[in-house]
């Protein structure tokens, strides 16, 4: 019991034997389908997130694309099924001692696959004399290595906003599965996000100001609701014979609520000797910069936008 235990065949035969081909009646069963659902997203998102990790431990500093790799990881799971096999998908452990052994294209990763598949073909039994004990020492000596102290004390001082959800997505983790951990994460990442745009509606530069000069207040990229009572709140305490500039050249998108509230203080500034100038309220900035970017620089041609995705985006 606290053995590796795989099958062990005798000669080709006995090893090909081991392949089964799949029971597509089970195709009837519902239950199938939200099993399948649920292992492609595990499978994605663990593979994405080593994908992120291997390309921080990657001496070289090369970005793997991910749409490559996730194609590739559904066409092997895919052959996979129709011999029997489990499901696969990238491991950080594998990654990263392929690295460590000084492993620097992708051929060392289909070294890797080609070693495991003559040690079960080959040796079967020597594999079976390999405690289970060593293969966990080895992945908390790999576990050390990637998540040392320094880099929990590193996301730390970052700050709340990234110690936070990571230390709830790793704690959720432990305590649950993969998924759940990375779901609770991810909401409190959400709600982390959300309070820091309703924290932060503008910048004012309290450096540069000096008395009597105008006050600048410039809007952040997406100004929500949520923003609403802090701009009015910040809109009524400016003093009477003040001169305010309103900066929204770098706001993507505004609420129409807070437009409503600055054309409401640009009448009201009339009776306090306020002059009021705006500044980028005429949406100067693009509200597709990636589009813009990959057209103009990278001369790729631009997607035209389908008539629903256009309806859903004027509302």
Same mark, same amino acid.
């Given at each position: ?9 005798? =000669?080709? $035969? ?14 009837? #069963?519902?239950?199938?389908?939200? &099993? =399948? ?11 994405? %997130?080593?994908? *992120? ?6 001496? /070289? ?5 991910? $749409? ?5 990881? !559904?066409?092997? #799971? ?6 029997? !096999? ?12 392929? @690295? ?13 696959? =080609? ?12 594999? #079976? ?51 759940? =951990?990375?779901?609770?994460? %991810? ?5 982390? @996000? ?7 509606? /503008?910048?004012?530069? &309290?450096? $540069? ?11 952040? *990229? ?8 802090? @701009?009015?709140?910040? %809109? $009524? ?44 309220? *005429?949406?100067?900035?693009? *509200? ?28």
């Amino acid at each position: 019991d606290h053995l590796v235990s795989i099958p062990v065949t005798e =000669g080709l $035969n006995g090893f090909l034997g081991q392949f089964t081909t799949p029971d597509f009646s089970a195709f009837l #069963n519902p239950a199938i389908y939200t &099993i =399948g659902i649920t292992m492609a997203v595990v499978a994605s998102l663990e593979t994405l %997130l080593c994908v *992120e990790a291997t390309d921080k431990l990657d001496p /070289y500093k090369r970005v793997t694309p991910t $749409n490559r790799e996730l194609l590739a990881q !559904g066409t092997g #799971n895919v052959v996979s099924g129709l011999i029997g !096999g489990l499901p696969i998908t990238q491991v950080i452990v594998r990654s990263s001692a392929n @690295i460590q052994s000084g492993g620097r294209t992708k051929a060392s990763a289909t070294i890797h696959g =080609g070693l495991l598949l003559i040690s079960a073909f080959a040796i079967p039994a020597v594999l #079976n004399l390999i405690p289970l004990a060593a293969l966990a020492a080895i992945l908390l000596v790999v576990g050390y290595k990637l998540a040392k102290p320094s880099m929990i004390i590193g996301m730390w001082k970052k700050g709340r906003g990234e110690f936070i959800p990571f230390a709830v997505t790793v704690i959720g983790i432990v305590l649950t599965d993969l998924l759940m =951990g990375i779901a609770f994460g %991810l909401v409190v990442a959400i709600v982390s @996000i959300l309070w820091d745009n309703f924290k932060v509606p /503008y910048k004012f530069d &309290i450096r $540069n100001y000096k008395s009597g000069e105008p006050i600048r207040i410039e809007f952040s *990229e997406v100004v929500s609701f949520l923003n609403k009572a802090s @701009i009015q709140q910040t %809109l $009524n305490t400016i003093p009477p014979n003040s001169k305010v500039l309103l900066d929204a050249s770098q706001t993507l998108r505004m609420h129409p609520d807070v437009h409503e509230i600055i054309e409401e203080f640009q009448i009201n500034a009339q009776t306090k000797d306020i002059t009021v100038e705006l500044i980028g309220f *005429e949406a100067t900035v693009s *509200e597709t910069p990636v589009e813009d970017f990959e057209e103009k620089v990278l001369q790729k041609p631009r997607i035209k936008t389908s008539k629903v995705a256009q309806l859903f985006k004027s509302k």
